[in-house]
């Protein structure tokens, strides 16, 4: 979990360094004032897909991947999904009980951002991989019919859930974008927040979605998020096919 503060002086512009391969990682710095804001574990780019892949392709494979997800939540898709795993991760069985089924049953985060987020109400929170909608509603009870949440998702039946959740809640205030990630259309210095449970993993651009974090988020906004990271690089044979990319 990394709590990023941003500094509300900085030039809003960010820079991941790669290293090379093996090494543990990359370090993602704020160029003006030479903080370490976050640690990123990136893998050199010849290794961020699976091999003969482009990175459309596995843009599509993941996209196709928790479309199917939303659809069968109780399928094997080779990584947990749902309220067990939920409620393993940390989210109280109380606020669970608050939400729709539909948005629990379809969990498929990584760790428990919305519980760590400050979010006052009437803060613009964006959500970026919403899923089902877990967090997005969470975070709708916590900024309030005064704050707003935007929440993403690429997959079409992931963001359709995840508006029927919305409409169930009865939370309007939380809006559902079926967009990238790296791309969702907010305008610059939008957001006090932006939230993430498990999205850096799956993409072959880290960068650019680093990129769009920080283009929307306001000076002084804050970026939680969960991720997973590998502690040592993979054997020589692991990490070259789609289902190592779902894990
Ligand atoms: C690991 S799941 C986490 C879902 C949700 N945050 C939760 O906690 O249940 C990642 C989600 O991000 C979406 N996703 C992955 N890559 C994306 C991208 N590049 N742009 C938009 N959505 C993306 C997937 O469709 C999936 O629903």
Redesign the pocket.
């Known amino acids: 979990m990394t709590d990023l503060n941003v500094d509300a002086d900085s030039t809003p512009a960010f820079n991941v360094s790669k290293v090379e391969p093996g090494s543990g990682g990359s370090i993602a710095t704020w160029p003006s004032k030479g903080d370490v804001m976050v640690e990123i574990p990136m893998v050199d780019s010849s290794q961020s897909t699976p091999s003969g892949m482009s990175s459309a392709d596995l ?1 599509s494979a ?2 196709q991947r ?2 199917d997800v939303s659809r069968e939540p109780t399928g094997d898709w080779g990584f947990r999904v749902g309220r067990p795993f939920a409620e393993a991760l940390g989210y109280p069985a109380a606020l669970l009980n608050q939400l729709p089924a539909g948005a629990v049953e ?5 760790g428990t951002p919305a519980l760590f987020a400050d979010v006052h109400p009437g803060d613009t929170v964006v ?6 909608g ?2 997005a509603l969470i975070l709708g009870l916590m900024s309030g019919p005064r704050g707003r949440v935007v929440a ?4 079409p039946e ?1 963001a359709a859930r995840a508006r029927q959740n919305v409409k169930l809640m009865d939370q309007p205030h939380v809006e559902i974008l079926e ?4 791309d969702t259309g907010l305008l610059d210095a939008s957001a006090d927040w932006v939230t ?4 850096l993993n ?2 072959a651009a880290k960068e650019e ?1 680093l990129d769009e974090v920080f283009r929307i988020l306001r000076p002084g906004g804050r970026f939680l998020l969960a991720e997973i990271a590998l502690r040592e690089p993979l054997p020589p044979d692991r990490g070259h096919s789609l289902s190592d990319w779902f894990r």
């Open positions: 843009r993941v996209q928790y479309s379809a969990f498929t985060g990584v959500d970026l991989g919403c899923g089902g877990l967090d993403v998702d690429f997959a992931m967009r990238l990630v790296s993430a449970n498990g999205i799956l993409s979605v």
